[in-house]
């Protein structure tokens, strides 16, 4: 039996190869406008016209083989047969964006100097045609010496002709003929430029809106402030939007809950499920609208291809820390999750650059915090607004998000100009096309993290909060006594409590903090199982999280545990993924270590301040 062939799409970043891959095998990898997105070697199934089927492989974006940053030293390894003792790929796919012929048809020269079998796709001939130039693919094909399909991915047009020409790629012509000149870079700039104008049929010079957009984005002065504008909108959003949805979410778990106690006599089972899954988990669930909208944002500023200019226009304040706004998308991806924002920097060249982008990483507020920060702030500070259309509650949350922003850019400051000294590295980022983001594909984006989020408190929300109502609920208390000091749990947060005392927080956020090691959210399911476990009658008990919080916390002691959750790494997942990312323990316990203290620092001064403020 022969072994299965393999085809690898390569090509220079935010060219198309993930959404070709996607189009190709039925996956869901990853696609968004800007470059650097896919940072590892994805395999697939892509099923030919011949019904041969192929091992597709996607692989992150290059300018060129003399790989510079960890990404692009996959994409060579894979290539080049060299990656883990794998063969090299049978097929290329080349992936050239039609409307920016001339620059990626630097590194293809490169590709076909290889003399590998090669397909050529030709993507993004519709962006081409919006700016008005007509190519000619037979003419392109002629120049390159191998066959050229043009293609819409995102349209799925032209796949069929992509997967004939793959099946017949190996036959078009033995290596020895393909042989080519190993040309210098300046030669390659020179030939992309010949080939391209050889293939140019016709070329309107359309006036673009975007170079008129951009002018505006881009501004020095009136672009942060839109960038500044738009995030604050952000937050505003995810409290005002979510109000309603969350409100019926509630509304439901509190109908269950209620349902639960009607039906089933008192005991264990009743118990369990009134205050440890629906009180429990149930209070991590209704943040799902929150996390729907911010994600609704981050997903519309990738697609639209503004985060790319955000990145550009960050670029200059990143300087002033040692960074380059290269490290921006990881930073902003982490708003999402710590995670793939570290392994976002694997784009980024230079070593001492990256290892800084990972250790501050898991400063930038990711959405795991979201229902921490809003459960604390829905209890404590008012539902006001201080202006027109700016509710308190909204201002506070992208205050908490700006804490960590700044927070990070002090640590960045003060690593920069110790443990990972040197020059700063230069930042070249092209700006991709505006694109009208694709309803479909928002939608599957956003199906996606909805998705990631329900899983999370199935599983891991889950199993944290049941071994800790397990830890309350043993041994049972005597009349009289609380649950909480008679139980496990009670005495486990008492040995923590004295070290946190000083900072404000009470005997419950002591013990919450400990499985919220597990994953963010548990602080709130915690909180939620420990007061429902604590309540003396059933009335209580239904009361949700947000109005214990409000009865029970002072206000310094509720913003004392918000400064906490700015900085601690709360999150077991990000430190395991800085261990993988840095090859080593050193880093992660340095980033463990300053994160824990600053969290400490950070909440004491905010209690110590608020009290001695009267608030
Ligand atoms: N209009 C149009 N957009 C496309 C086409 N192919 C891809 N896109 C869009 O272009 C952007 C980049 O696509 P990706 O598939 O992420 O690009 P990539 O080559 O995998 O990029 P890296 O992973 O960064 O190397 C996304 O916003 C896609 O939706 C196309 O044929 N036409
Ligand atoms: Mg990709």
Not at 352 to 367: E, G, H, N, V, Y
Request: glycine content about 8%; some cysteine; aromatic content about 8%.
């Amino acid at each position: 039996m022969s072994r299965k062939r393999t085809a690898a799409l390569v090509g220079n970043p935010n060219s198309g190869k993930s959404a070709l891959f996607n189009a190709l095998t039925g996956a869901r990898q990853k696609i968004a406008n800007y470059a650097g997105v896919t940072v590892e070697r994805k395999a697939g199934r892509l099923t030919l016209p011949n019904g041969e089927p192929v091992e597709l492989l996607d692989l992150p974006g290059s300018y060129s083989f003399d790989a510079a940053s960890p990404d692009e030293a996959v994409t060579r390894d894979v290539v080049q047969g060299a990656f883990e003792s794998e063969d090299a790929p049978d097929v290329l796919i080349l992936v050239l964006d039609a409307a920016n012929l001339e620059q990626h048809l630097v590194f293809a020269q490169e590709v076909l100097e290889l003399g590998r079998p090669t397909v050529v796709a030709l993507n993004m001939i519709d962006l081409a045609e919006r700016d008005g130039l007509t190519l000619d693919p037979e003419a392109l094909s002629e120049a390159l010496g191998v066959p050229v399909v043009p293609t819409v991915a995102v349209r799925r047009r032209g796949l069929v002709e992509l997967s004939e020409a793959i099946a017949e790629a190996e036959t078009h012509a033995d290596e020895e003929t393909r042989k080519r000149w190993h040309l210098t870079l300046p030669e390659r700039r020179l030939t992309a430029k010949h080939i391209t104008r050889g293939a140019v049929l016709s070329k309107s010079t359309r006036h673009t809106v975007e170079n008129g957009v951009d002018r505006v984005l881009l501004n020095p002065w009136i672009g942060p402030i839109i960038l500044f504008g738009l995030l604050f909108i952000v937050f505003q959003a995810v409290f005002a939007w979510a109000t309603p949805f969350a409100d019926a979410l509630e509304g439901g778990v509190a109908v269950l809950s209620q349902g639960v106690a009607d039906t089933l006599p008192a005991g264990l089972l009743r118990d369990f499920l009134t205050e440890g899954v629906l009180a429990g988990v149930g209070s991590v669930v209704v943040f799902l609208p929150q996390i729907v909208i911010l994600f609704f944002f981050i997903l519309v500023m990738e697609a639209s291809g503004y985060m790319a200019r955000a990145a550009f226009l960050m670029d200059r304040l990143m300087a002033l820390v040692g960074l380059s706004g290269r490290s921006f998308i990881p930073l902003l991806s982490s708003f999402a999750c710590a995670i793939p924002g570290i392994m976002a920097t694997r784009s980024i060249s230079d070593p001492k650059d990256r290892l800084t982008t990972i250790l501050i990483a898991p400063l930038m507020t990711c959405s795991a915090r979201l229902p921490v920060y809003a459960v604390v702030i829905a209890a404590v500070i008012p539902q006001t607004s201080v202006g027109p259309g700016i509710g308190l509650q909204g201002l506070v949350l992208f205050a908490l998000y700006v804490a960590g922003i700044v927070g990070a850019m002090v640590v960045a400051l003060v690593l920069r100009s110790t443990v990972t000294k040197g020059a700063a590295s230069g930042f070249i980022m092209e700006l991709p096309r505006y694109q009208l983001p694709r309803i479909k594909d928002l939608a599957i984006g956003l199906w996606q993290r909805a998705w990631v989020f329900l899983r999370r408190a199935g599983t891991i929300i889950f199993v944290a909060t049941i071994a800790l109502w397990v830890l309350l609920s043993f041994p049972t208390a005597e009349p009289g006594e609380s649950q909480l000091d008679a139980s496990l749990a009670g005495a486990v947060a008492d040995t923590l409590h004295p070290v946190l005392e000083p900072v404000g927080f009470n005997r419950e956020m002591s013990l919450a903090i400990i499985p919220a090691l597990a994953a963010r959210e548990v602080a709130v399911s915690a909180l939620a199982t420990t007061y429902a476990v604590d309540a003396e009658d059933e009335d209580l008990a239904a009361e949700g999280v947000t109005a214990k919080i409000a009865a029970l916390w002072s206000l310094p002691t509720a913003l004392a545990f918000l400064a906490w959750f700015v900085f601690a790494p709360q999150c077991l997942s990000t430190i395991a993924v800085a261990r993988r990312e840095t090859n080593g323990w050193k880093w992660p316990i340095v980033m463990v270590v300053y994160l824990f203290a600053l969290a400490w620092i950070s909440a004491g001064l905010t209690y110590w301040i608020a009290v001695s403020a009267g608030l």
